[in-house]
Nanobody, 121 residues
Framework: QVQLVESGGGLVQAGGSLRLSCVASGSILSIFAMGWYRQAPGKQRELVATITSSGRTNYADSVKGRFTISRDNAKNTVYLQMNSLKPEDTAVYYC???????????????WGQGTQVTASS
């Protein structure tokens, strides 16, 4: 089985910073794209940032210049450094990864359980 486990969420004042981490574990052969999504109450889940296995990144316009996604391929880990947090960044943040398992089956999407980020005004 494959698991994604997030950590690093919490409560911070507006203008503050948090760093999220997500570790993939299990019978993993390859990890392709990894990313972060978020879902605020009453809203649809939305993309925050993604990063390919070669390090190419993509960001939502709302977080450009404030958030930075990175990954450590040796540790099967993706990070999200969030600076200058705003109340509108408050949401549950989910880790996503496209993974091919060691059984050489097709690559599939996997999701973490989510971690709450709250930026208070």
């Amino acid at each position: 089985q494959v698991q994604l486990v997030e950590s690093g969420g919490g409560l911070v004042q507006a203008g503050g910073s948090l760093r999220l981490s997500c570790v993939a574990s299990g019978s993993i052969l390859s990890i392709f794209a990894m990313g972060w999504y978020r879902q605020a109450p009453g809203k649809q889940r939305e993309l925050v940032a993604t990063i390919t296995s070669s390090g190419r990144t993509n960001y939502a316009d709302s977080v450009k210049g404030r958030f930075t996604i990175s990954r450590d391929n040796a540790k099967n880990t993706v990070y999200l450094q969030m600076n200058s947090l705003k109340p509108e960044d408050t949401a549950v943040y989910y880790c996503n990864a496209v993974i091919r398992k060691a059984d050489w089956g097709p690559a599939q999407d996997y999701w973490g359980q989510g971690t709450q980020v709250t930026a208070s005004s």
